[in-house]
């Protein structure tokens, strides 16, 4: 305790006024008790005083020696060197400006994607021991894009016979219509079975979750629902746990209310219904995901090497049938975030460039002022002052602007990651617990002093190390740039250049595969932003019966195509570019293998679905008014699927029967063959996808497509009264054009693509502010050179040549070295081109034009001023 | 490693606290000449080192300090121990003692040291 307490006196020495007087006061009583000793002993008056003061050890180091340990001197030498600091720092606002643009941008860049990373992938997922929590799949399927996919089949065989698992649970995401208490509301759900809740170890706000065996086949149906739900809904009342409410016309229990701060894969979740474990009759459909806690010290290697096991048995036990079938098992951080994890990775490290070209601009800025501040500090050196000192007070300097320069960028960071949460751009899960927390700010702080440290050490150690001599007898003459600083200057300057390439070369390839993105034909011919589409959710046991269903949809389009102003209308449950449904695999005897072809989207279309959207029909017919519930079922393929199974001939008339082998669906006769259409995004391959007719196979909800002469918008308000004057009771939601569709598909690479380019924008901007600074600087220290040439005959262009041909060799080297780390930084955005390869020879030419053109510019302005002058006003001022 | 003056101003500061003690309270030229008096003229201390490290004693509550008159009526700071610094007095006293103790094994009497 007595250190802690001498401290803080010590502490508050430093800010009290000081007991300076009374040191003196007592120092002056004590010499004159000396004195008078030493007078009584028989000296002189003078002779006493005089050795009075030899014995104290000095009047002035005894003082210094009392004010040291009445204070912290250390504490006092920095708050003095930030006064010096800040008061340096205010009287060159130019530098400074330049300095805290830099140092804001790029520590709220580093600060903002810290946060970001932090709250994706450095925070434990919000369960209960995250890190036994895995993700199981059936690794046959390629899968949705959200996820992978298993089939019931798989699901209870897990169960059964895997050991490795403390909890299992399987789930798939679900749509529902609530009717009673007010209007029908559609909600998105998910239908869970009895341990998903335990699994997770995640407790409801109200009630319980479900009982270990509410999945048997012949229970009552029960559900949770979301805080939202029950606020919004149900005005948050007690006793809605045990009551029934009507899910597509179906009454369920709601045994509890999950809070909101829960989410997990379907964030906005409102319903998590009971899912039966009814024995499935085939394998598929492959919408089930499962998620499993591992018992404890179960490792991922053992769980795996326990499912391969499995589905070995379930191969020999039917060999030939499930080739490849695996189960593998990943941990459920893996899986959640894993696919986000290269773009994180890139952006870190853009950041880490984007810091560093700041970093190095700041310390190019102080090389600068080192050289104007040089005879400021050789005096200061000559009349003593110690190398070290003088060391920490211009690295408190430089601390000082980084921590401003931090402070502003903390303040931009937390503007940026409120527009993160507010508008999360798609695909990067957990932005929803985006903050910036303790650990973020203290990652800042870090960033800010190690920046300090790297831009200010070397100028403060060159500063501090001239040659006393040179530089005093130099007096005013402002020259004698030392060679070891203005090579570091360049050396600075070619690594700002190199750094700008490696983030150009990056945001270029982002920005040309989103462009390609953009140009993929999606597959139909109609204008996107002339069509029209809105989901229609008709639910409940009114439309249970297909036979009701198909003539409520006949209905629609109906009262929909008659409106004046639209050309067409009709019905899918898939549309492109993403919106997606249901896939399955399908069989062509004596064509697909005996586990059945890969599973793909069956979109369930009206018959002017192709018309609509103007799909090309290659061969045969679209479906029509002879396809009906009572006639032969019919399909329509993809020219992609016709490619791949029937090569060389004619696949009309042929059949096809959705599901494997062994479903007991029945064969569908192919009657017409259409061009391809993107219904994964721009950005995946074609595939093969096979249409039925929704008046044989009535879908819900469906996707209603309108085509309209004008601007679809002005039709809204039309065509919903007349769907609602159908039934008012079927919601209408997700209402937006094509072109709005088109647009938000494409959102994350726009993303990536925006977010790459203000980094190399930042980087080019401050690379070029680099050289401008170099070329600047190196013009007036060769003003004399300069003036004599031009004495002596040189042109005008003669000079603008030389300097403009000293910047455009600091651009070559910076491009060579840049190109070569560029090459390096871009593998981490393998995953995210498009039809772009990583060493796309356009973009990095492009680049290096661009610098180049860069540098010739921020060197033309200083050596064309330095060509206007006049030789002889030059000479004489020196 | 301390450093010697480390070393210095622990002993200093005990002979301060010590002497202090014996003579009650007692302004710093008094400390510094008592101190040379006891140590027989074989310590010369400056003068000016006692004063920090009666500010340090100060800080740490071992010791207190006042304005009074001196026995020729000058106006001089006392310094006053506290009954913190008479319990520093004993728990220095007794490590010194120790440390002594322990050291007369290494250092026999009469035996030459080289």
């Known amino acids: 305790m007595r250190p802690l307490r001498a401290s803080l006196l010590r502490l508050r020495g430093v800010f009290r006024a000081s007991r300076d007087g009374q040191f003196d006061e007592e120092i002056a009583a004590h010499l004159e008790m000396h004195v008078c000793d030493l007078i009584e002993s028989g000296l002189s008056p003078d002779e006493a005083r005089r050795q009075a003061i030899i014995r104290l050890g000095g009047m002035e180091s005894t003082r210094q020696a009392c004010r040291d340990a009445e204070r912290l001197p250390w504490l006092e030498n920095l708050l003095r060197d930030c006064r010096f600091a800040f008061r340096t720092l205010a009287k060159n606002p130019a530098f400074t400006f330049v300095a805290l643009a830099a140092l804001t941008l790029g520590i709220g860049a580093s600060t903002t994607v810290f ?94 979750t479900f009982a270990a065996d509410a999945d048997q086949p012949g229970r009552e149906s029960t559900a949770l629902i979301s805080e939202r739900l029950w606020r919004s809904r149900y005005a948050a009342r007690a006793d809605i746990v045990g009551s029934s409410i009507v899910l597509d016309g179906h009454a369920v229990v709601v045994i509890g209310v999950m809070p909101s701060t829960f989410r997990f894969v379907f964030p906005d979740a409102d319903v998590w219904r009971i899912l039966p474990l009814t024995p499935p009759t085939r394998r598929g459909p492959f919408i089930l995901r499962g998620i499993a806690r591992l018992k404890p010290g179960v490792t ?5 090497a326990e499912m391969a096991g499995l589905a070995q048995g379930v191969e020999r036990a039917d060999p030939g049938r499930l080739e490849r079938l695996r189960y593998p098992v990943v941990g459920l951080t893996d899986a959640v975030v894993g696919d986000v994890r290269p773009l994180l990775v890139a952006l870190a490290s853009a950041t880490a460039l984007l810091l560093l070209i700041a970093v190095l601009n700041v310390g190019n800025l102080l090389l600068a002022r080192a050289a104007v501040r040089e005879q400021e500090i050789a005096i200061r050196l000559s009349i003593g002052a110690g190398r070290r000192r003088l060391i920490q007070q211009l690295l408190t300097e430089s601390i000082v602007l980084a921590l401003a320069g931090g402070g502003i960028g903390v303040f931009l960071a937390f503007i940026c990651t409120r527009l993160l949460r507010a508008s999360p751009p798609p695909g990067i899960p957990r932005l929803e617990t985006l903050s910036i927390d303790g650990r973020v700010l203290l990652f800042t702080l870090l960033v800010c002093i190690l920046s300090g440290i790297a831009f200010g050490l070397v100028p403060a150690m060159g500063a501090t190390r001239p040659n006393l001599s040179m530089v005093l007898q130099e007096g005013g003459r402002g020259g004698g740039e030392s060679l070891r600083r203005r090579r570091l200057r360049n050396v600075f ?68 195509s008659s409106l004046p102003g639209v050309d067409s209308a009709a019905l899918s449950i898939w549309l492109p570019p993403d919106h997606a449904a249901m896939s399955d695999s399908f069989e062509i005897q004596g064509k697909t293998p005996p586990d059945g072809g890969p599973v793909v989207p069956v979109p369930f279309v009206s018959d002017g ?9 290659l061969r045969g017919r679209a479906f029509d008014g002879r396809d009906t519930p009572a006639s032969p079922p019919v399909t329509i393929i993809s020219e992609n699927l016709a490619r791949r199974y029937f ?34 995004g721009a950005g995946s391959p074609d595939e093969p996808v096979y249409y039925e007719s929704s008046s044989q196979v009535p879908g819900r909800p469906m996707w209603l497509v309108v085509r309209t002469r004008n601007d679809p918008h002005r039709l809204i308000p039309a065509i919903r009264n007349r769907v609602a004057a159908l039934d008012a009771n079927v919601p209408i939601s997700h209402i937006g054009t094509m072109d709005e569709n088109m647009y938000a598909s494409v959102a994350l690479p726009r993303f990536r693509s925006i977010l790459m380019g203000a980094f190399a924008l930042i980087a080019l901007l401050l690379a070029a502010i680099g050289v401008y600074g170099v ?28 300097v403009v041909g000293h910047g455009i060799f600091l651009a070559l080297c910076g491009i060579t070295i840049g190109s070569v780390g560029a090459l390096g930084f871009v593998r981490t955005l393998r995953s995210m081109l498009f039809h772009v390869s990583p060493g796309d020879p356009a973009t990095f030419s492009g680049v290096a034009l661009l610098l180049l053109a860069v540098a010739v510019a921020a060197s033309y302005i200083p050596a064309l001023r330095a060509a206007r002058r006049d030789p002889l006003r030059a000479l004489r001022r020196e | 490693m301390a450093k010697e003056s480390d070393v210095w ?64 009526n000058r106006r001089a700071r006392y310094y006053k121990l506290t009954r913190a610094g008479r319990r520093q007095v004993r728990r220095e006293a007794q490590r010194w003692e120790k440390a002594t103790a322990i050291l007369a094994h290494f250092l026999p009497p009469g035996e030459e040291i080289s």
């Open chain 1, 493 to 560: 300057v070619v690594a700002e250049i190199a750094l700008a390439v490696i983030l150009l070369a990056g945001a270029g390839l982002l920005i040309r595969s989103f462009l390609t993105l953009g140009e993929v034909p999606m597959g139909f011919g109609a204008r996107p932003d002339h069509l029209l589409t809105m989901q229609i959710s008709p639910g409940g046991d009114r439309y249970g019966q297909r036979q009701r269903l198909a003539i409520y949809w006949g209905a629609v389009i109906r009262e929909v």
């Open chain 1, 115 to 208: 946060s970001v990373v932090e709250s994706v992938l450095l925070r434990p997922l919000p369960y209960t021991d995250p890190g036994r929590l895995v993700w199981i799949h059936d690794g046959l399927t390629q899968g949705d894009k959200s996820g992978w996919s298993a089939c019931m089949e798989d699901f209870l065989l897990w169960r059964a016979r895997a050991h490795s698992f403390a909890q299992l649970a399987a789930f798939t995401g679900d749509h529902f219509v609530l009717t009673g208490d007010g209007q029908a509301e559609e909600l998105s759900g998910v239908d869970v079975t009895a341990r998903f809740f335990d699994t997770l170890g995640v407790r409801p706000l109200a009630g319980r």
């Open chain 1, 300 to 304: 991922l290697a053992e769980v795996n």
């Open chain 1, 775 to 802: 070329m600047n600087y190196s013009v007036l220290q060769r003003t004399q050179e300069l003036a004599i040439r031009l004495a002596l005959g040189a042109t005008r262009r003669n000079v603008i040549g030389t």
């Open chain 2, 9 to 72: 101003q622990g002993t200093l500061a005990l002979m301060i606290l010590r002497t202090l003690e014996t003579m009650g309270p007692l302004h710093g030229y008094g400390i510094a000449r008592r101190i040379e008096q006891i140590s027989q003229g074989q310590l010369i201390v400056l003068y000016g080192t006692i004063y920090p490290a009666l500010l340090r004693l100060e800080q740490d509550g071992y010791i207190v300090s006042e304005w009074g008159n001196s026995e020729n």
């Open chain 1, 647 to 680: 090569p060389g001939e004619d696949p009309v008339g042929k059949q096809l029967k959705q599901g494997g082998p062994q479903s007991t669906n029945p064969y569908m006769e192919i009657v017409g063959v259409v061009a391809d259409v993107k219904y994964e």
């Open chain 1, 609 to 617: 679905y192709f018309r609509t959207l103007q799909i090309p029909l």
